[in-house]
Nanobody, 124 residues
Framework: QVHLVESGGGLVQAGDSLRVSCAAS????????MAWFRQAPGQEREFVAT????????NYADSVKGRFTVSRDSAKNTVSLQMNALKPSDTAVYYC?????????????????WGQGTQVTVSS
């Protein structure tokens, strides 16, 4: 069973940068695409970014495109999300997720394992 642990969340001001990471254990992490989702209070969990097994293909939600960058280090079993030019609307709990499909994914319904989440708060 894959175990995912996020870290790096915190409180920042609008325009600042923050990097959140996810450490995976207990499975063949490098064989599967990964993704980041987020959930703001009172909102549904939404897709943020996805990365394929090789790390060469990535895709992003329109709301973060050009500001966020997802990457992975399969040797260290980690996936990270670099967030720049943060906005108050980026405030949410950020979750990393893994699928058992061999393709990138965008839906919560494709997730088989979730991390516990890390809070990111952006003040105006």
């Amino acid at each position: 069973q894959v175990h995912l642990v996020e870290s790096g969340g915190g409180l920042v001001q609008a325009g600042d940068s923050l990097r959140v990471s996810c450490a995976a254990s207990g499975g063949s992490f490098s064989n599967y695409p990964m993704a980041w989702f987020r959930q703001a209070p009172g909102q549904e969990r939404e897709f943020v970014a996805t990365i394929d097994r090789s790390g060469r293909y990535t895709n992003y939600a329109d709301s973060v495109k050009g500001r966020f960058t997802v990457s992975r280090d399969s040797a260290k079993n980690t996936v990270s999300l670099q967030m720049n030019a943060l906005k108050p609307s980026d405030t949410a709990v950020y979750y990393c997720a893994v699928t058992n499909y061999y393709r990138v994914f965008y839906s919560v319904h494709d997730v088989v394992y979730w991390g516990q989440g890390t809070q990111v708060t952006v003040s105006s």
